[in-house]
């Protein structure tokens, strides 16, 4: 069974930065696609970055230019830099999972979610 455990929310200013990490087991074979998604109160979950076993990354429009996904092999471990925080970035960010042979933005296409961890970004 795949488990995944996000950590790294808390709070901080406009302009600043957090660093997500999502601890993953229990995941057999060497293709996966790992994505981070959020969702804010009142709105649908949305996809943020996807990380795929190629090593292909994709980025929602909205965050482009000032996050970074990552994924560190040795520890099987996912990772969201997230700079330049803006106050629309606040939401309950989600590590999620699949073995599929592609790797979009989509939620539906991930059967894994980890519990989620809150991001909040004051003005």
């Known amino acids: 069974q795949v488990q995944l455990m996000e950590s790294g929310g808390g709070s901080v200013q406009a302009g600043g930065s957090l660093r997500l990490s999502c601890a993953a087991s229990?995941?057999?074979?060497?293709?996966?696609?790992m994505g981070w998604f959020r969702q804010a109160p009142g709105k649908e979950r949305e996809g943020v970055a996807t990380f795929d076993s190629d090593g292909d990354t994709r980025y929602a429009d909205s965050v482009k230019g000032r996050f970074t996904i990552s994924k560190d092999n040795a520890k099987n471990t996912l990772y969201l830099q997230m700079n330049s925080l803006k106050p629309e970035d606040t939401a309950i960010y989600y590590c999620?999972?699949?073995?599929?042979?592609?790797?979009?933005?989509?939620?539906?296409?991930?059967?894994?979610w980890g519990q989620g961890t809150q991001v909040t970004v004051s003005s």
């Open positions: 999620a999972a699949h073995r599929r042979p592609f790797c979009l933005l989509i939620p539906g296409d991930f059967p894994y």
């Open positions: 229990g995941y057999t074979g060497s293709r996966y696609c």
